[in-house]
């Protein structure tokens, strides 16, 4: 089985969920910018963040035998503090890198106007750079937040089909469906969806312009979701074909709009234990993940 997980944070994880996700078929990953979990109180923080997600972390996922990309954007979370407003001036920069597949997250946490217009500027610098984009749904009030999304969507020309509106539940979907946008759903132990939940809305709305993702992030979350969504999908009936098409070929579909995507394997991985990193001898600014590894 293999396994593309089109949204998971990384920098939250250790090696050990690394070499899990190997494990358990992942072999490629989208890490989207997000917050660091309490405030940053300066836009330079943003710059090395985004430096680690295109440098650092593609290189420690390369080591456990995983093709890594990332989003880069202001987060909603975020967009609503001004000392984080100047970070949309880096963005640019970074928009233009090897391994960046999309803009994002965007999209919406309290529904706030400087949410609103965070949320435009980034859907414009997705036009300006030839990017999909990933779009966050609220956490709160998430069905008005939804409704509002699409309508920014629809009026900031971008094509629905370069849109992936994420964290949907059973009250968002069908909106989204009918939009032509794709829709996203995160699988967490005990929040927001979980994959019984997930294989329900397959069956009625199919498994056309659908991604699932554990998203995995600084709270209570399983980096294996994505397997487990896999095998939910099976018991309940689906084939072989269907789960390949939801976990491997349609995160393919959508961020290879990019036209970025690395999904050449790893070389001289498979030869090792999953359980330890691949012995390259590699190093990354001095730095290494293979501490106490033998060839």
């Known amino acids: 089985m293999r396994i593309f997980d089109p949204h998971i944070h990384m920098t939250s994880r250790t090696t050990d969920d690394y070499a899990a996700m190997y494990r358990a078929g992942v072999r490629a990953i989208v890490e989207p910018s997000f ?4 405030p940053r109180t300066n836009p330079g923080s943003f710059a090395d963040y985004f430096d680690a997600l295109i440098g650092w972390e593609r290189f420690r996922a390369a080591q456990y035998g995983i093709r890594h990309h990332a989003t880069i954007g202001l987060n909603p979370k975020e967009a609503n503090d001004p000392r984080c407003r100047e970070a ?5 920069r970074y928009l233009s890198k090897d391994g960046v597949v999309a803009v994002g997250e965007t999209g ?12 435009a500027a980034q859907l414009e610098l997705a036009l300006l750079h030839d ?14 937040g939804t409704l ?24 968002t979907v069908a909106a989204v ?15 927001k969806m979980d994959e019984q939940r997930f294989v329900a809305i397959l069956r009625q709305y199919g498994t056309e312009r659908m991604l699932v ?23 309940a009936g689906f084939s072989a074909h269907d789960v390949d098409l939801v976990l491997w070929q349609n995160p393919v579909s959508f961020y290879g709009q990019s036209g970025r995507l690395n999904l ?9 234990d999953a359980d330890a990193p691949a012995a390259s001898g590699a190093n990354f600014e001095g730095n290494s993940v293979l501490r106490g590894v033998r060839a």
């Not at 917050?35 to 309490?38: A, D, K, S």
């Not at 990017?131 to 008005?144: C, F, G, I, Q, S």
């Not at 050449?264 to 090792?272: D, E, L, Y």
């Open 264 to 272: 050449t394997p790893v070389a001289g991985f498979a030869a090792h």
């Open 108 to 119: 919406y946490d309290s529904n706030t106007p400087a949410e609103d217009e965070v949320f």
């Open 213 to 235: 993702n554990s998203a995995a992030d600084w709270g209570h979350s399983d980096p294996l979701k994505t397997r487990a969504t896999a095998e939910a999908m099976l018991d």
């Open 88 to 92: 949309l001036q880096l963005l640019p």
């Open 131 to 144: 990017l999909p984009a990933l779009v966050h749904t609220p956490h709160r009030d998430k069905a008005a």
């Open 35 to 38: 917050w660091l979990g309490q």
């Open 148 to 171: 509002r999304t699409l309508d920014v969507v629809r009026e900031s020309g971008l094509p629905p089909e370069r849109v992936v509106v994420d964290h949907l539940n059973e009250m």
């Open 177 to 191: 469906a009918e939009s032509g946008c794709w829709m996203g759903f995160s699988i967490y132990p005990d929040t």
